[in-house]
Each structure stands twice: as C-alpha cells, then as structure tokens.
C-alpha cells in the first residue's frame, strides 16, 4: 500500500503524513529531508550549489533511515534545499532512493512534491494538500512564536510565496495535482478535519 501526499510549503502535508502513517503502522518518509540533507551535506562541506554532478554525488550517498528533521530545518537549508532540487540528476538520485522506499510492507507515506506524480504514479491512495499562502505563513509564524523564537509574517508570507513560485515553476518535476489525486485544501479546515478527510479516503482504498 502506498499513500502519496503532496503539496506546497507549510500546508500540514508533513503532520497530516505522520498521523496517518502511525494509525495504519506504516513506514514514512518525508521526502523534503532528502533534498535538505542533500544540502547540508554540501554547506557542510563548503562546495557550491550550482554544480550538478557535485550535488548529484552527495545525492547518492543520502541515507534514507539517518533523516533527522532536528538537524535539518534550518531556513538556510531550506532555502539550499529548493535550489538543487531543481537539477535533474539530483531529482534521479534521490527519486529513486524514495521509490526503494515506497516498497516496504506493510505500507509507505511518501510526503512531498511530485510523489503522485512522479515518484509513485501508481499509488492507490493520493492527496494533494494546499492552503492558502496566506494561512500557511501564518501557521508558520504561530509554529515559531510557539516555539519561543522570534518571527516576522511579512518575511514569512513573502518567503513561502517565493518558495512556490520556485517548485511550481521548476521544469523537472513542477509541483502540481496529479490528475488523479483527491484535492484537500485545508485553509478553513483544522489538522483534525483534514486528519478525518485523509482518514476516510484510505478507508475506502483499502
Ligand atoms: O518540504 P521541505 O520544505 O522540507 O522541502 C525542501 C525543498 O525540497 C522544497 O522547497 C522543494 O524544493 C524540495 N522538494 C522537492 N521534491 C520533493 C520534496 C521536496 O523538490 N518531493
């Protein structure tokens, strides 16, 4: 059984993906920590960014049961993340790492961008999760105030904003619906809802 989810930044795909996975005892990947270690790896390392076959190298050595969201949220990593993740052999690498994935049994949810319509076309089960730019920064600014640190909504709202038009506009693997997917959008919906809606949608696929 796989389950697909995707959608843009900040939309709840993350929590919603792990709340289904823990209720079916299936595996999850997150499949954003892929592209972000992938950059870590390489800030860490002080290479550049813009070499394909560098980054594509660091690609391969990824290890998919290492992702640590902790080390790996940092807005500068997100920031690296979103720039490689247009290169095409970066997008190979890690794709099929995620496709190894998507075997396990009993079952895998795959979160990400381009999982229903690239990573696993063939999943019974696919949702796309989206919010308004708006209530998503917003969300993210609450995340982070919550959290005690100090945020700014204008930077925020424009930084989500900026980080759509890059994967929506991308030319391998643009962020986009797959025809076949069920439309959540949860900008006046609470996790819950949306929880409930997913729920009831891989009930029936079962
Ligand atoms: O979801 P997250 O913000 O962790 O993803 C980081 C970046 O990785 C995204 O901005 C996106 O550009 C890229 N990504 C992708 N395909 C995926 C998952 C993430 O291109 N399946």
């Not at 381009?114 to 995340?143: F, H, N, Q």
């Amino acid at each position: 059984m796989i389950i697909a989810i995707d959608g843009p930044a900040a939309a709840g795909k993350g929590t919603l993906a792990r709340r289904i996975a823990e209720t079916y005892g299936f595996h999850h990947l997150d499949t954003g920590l892929t592209y972000r270690a992938t950059a870590k790896a390489l800030l860490d390392a002080g290479l550049p960014l813009d070499d394909e076959a560098v980054a594509e190298n660091m690609a391969l050595k990824v290890d998919l049961a290492g992702l640590d969201r902790a080390v790996l949220s940092q807005h500068e990593i997100g920031e690296a993340a979103s720039k490689i993740a247009v290169m095409p052999a970066v997008r190979r690498a890690l794709v099929e790492a995620q496709r190894r994935f998507a075997e396990k049994t009993p079952g895998a949810v795959l979160d990400g961008r381009d999982i229903g319509t690239v990573v696993c076309p063939g999943a019974p089960v696919k949702l796309y999760v989206t919010a308004s730019v708006e209530v998503r920064a917003k969300r993210r600014y609450e995340e982070i105030v919550e959290a005690g640190g100090n945020a700014d909504y204008d930077a925020i709202f424009e930084d989500v904003k900026r980080r759509d038009e890059r994967d929506m506009g991308r030319t391998d693997s643009p962020l986009k619906p797959a025809e076949d997917a069920y439309l959540l959008d949860t900008s006046e919906m609470s996790i819950e809802a949306a929880f409930q809606k997913a729920k009831s949608i891989v009930d029936a696929a079962l």
